[in-house]
């Protein structure tokens, strides 16, 4: 996983305030708002590839197919959050991976690293898919070109 | 993971309806919904253990050191999950893993598969722990005596 | 409010289960939860309105315009809450007032009571609506026909 | 309630960014959120009046005895919510209440304003208790001597 990636490694960042309320009995932010932290940076992610350019009735929705989480230090209310996502890998044209870090700013240490596996999915036909060219291609190209 | 176990071989099993806001924009069951089925789960097999008759202060907490989930199907209210969870490694004393398996009510059908990796924790000196004799005896009770 | 009632008088009663990841770092259950209770609660109301069996089309579809609670004893896990629905009021073919009461499962106690503002809305024009005379007869026969 | 109000007659002010997940299955964000998000404006408020330099045991902390929620307009992923929040009465040393102001960033239209009543509780004694004096100066220099 992203344990030893940098924040600029990631072409998706975004800042979360963590809020009172998403510490759980133990007086930490719950494990399942890590998941809600990644999927927010993971949506941020599709937004730059900008696929509301493409026929909207074309494009696989991307789904997950499985996600986790390595939590390595407790995060705690006031601080915000900082996610990075990046795609590490297109196994094949249904499916990529994903990688997130999850940046405390207060303490500038990284309290969690995220993989997510992500598959093309046709809401019309109910079944799986495959990602359009263009979406690899956008995603290479965001990627730097490492795809 | 668990995909091909039954829910008769965990020991913790909890039923938990499917409440219409825990879907999302897509209209299914959102991800972080899953973890925290898990989590539930998890707490169930904690107290089948029956900690609380061991010296409070003496015993260290199980926190949860890394989770993951594989999306199978999805879910969708109206509907309940029956999740069970089942200790299916002790590595050290200092931490075992779980396994996790969700399963439809409605459909009968596995719709996701989890694992966890649980370390001890001592809360009074914030540090990694060890899981006592005690503990330890009981999971391998629980389990059947596999462990 | 609905604190002198008794949860024979709601026509739709549900049973949630506490969860462990529902109380926050009081101890108690989050008062955002009741919340869910009582959403959880009002759509089964509708669900008891049979509304699928109008043209879904023509329907408008209630939305909550106002939500109030009022927090008389805390909730905390394991326990399970009791949650009833009842319309209390139909102001206008445009808007209606309902009811809800939370009883804690382990204590037999009134933990909340709660009251609505549900408004019609078109969302295919996106402005409010009126209900249709079935929606509202449908009401008035599931509350014994004292609207 | 707070609907003729502006941002700036609110002490505490956070902004909160929408995420993707706080919608619900209406593609909206679901009402529970709004209350998350008056509660962290209500935290806001309470670290505004400093109330650690007083002796922490001797304080009575604050809890949440009613909210209510007037919901004027969606809102909607991606936006963020601008959150004020204001003590505008102290009906007695047990009791005062709260106004909130929700604003769409995107819109700079009001979305939503709230009402809170909040009342000293001793977690010592598990009983109903009073705000001590210093608080109630601290609200009443923070409001500007209104109170």
């Not at 600029?8 to 708002?33: C, K, S, Y």
């Not at 932290?37 to 350019?53: N, Q, T, W």
């Not at 989480?69 to 990529?96: M, Q």
Request: hydrophobic share 45%; charged share 25%.
């Amino acid at each position: 996983m992203a344990e030893h990636l940098k924040l600029e490694q990631f072409p998706a960042r975004i800042e979360i305030p963590i809020l009172w309320g998403d510490m759980d009995a133990f007086r930490h932010v719950n494990n399942t708002r890590f998941f809600r932290y990644m999927e927010s940076a993971r949506v941020k992610y599709i937004e730059l590839l900008d696929l509301f350019g493409l026929d909207k009735d074309a494009v696989s929705w991307p789904i997950l197919a499985e996600a986790s989480c390595k939590f390595i230090a407790p995060l705690a209310y006031p601080d915000s959050v900082i996610v990075g996502c990046r795609t590490s890998a297109i196994r094949s044209p249904e499916e990529l991976e994903q990688e997130y870090l999850l940046v405390s700013s207060a303490s500038n240490l990284t309290v969690a690293v995220g993989w997510a596996r992500i598959a093309a999915y046709d809401f019309s036909s109910l079944r799986k898919s495959r990602f359009p060219e263009k979406v690899l291609a956008a995603i290479n190209e965001l990627e730097g070109g490492d795809m």
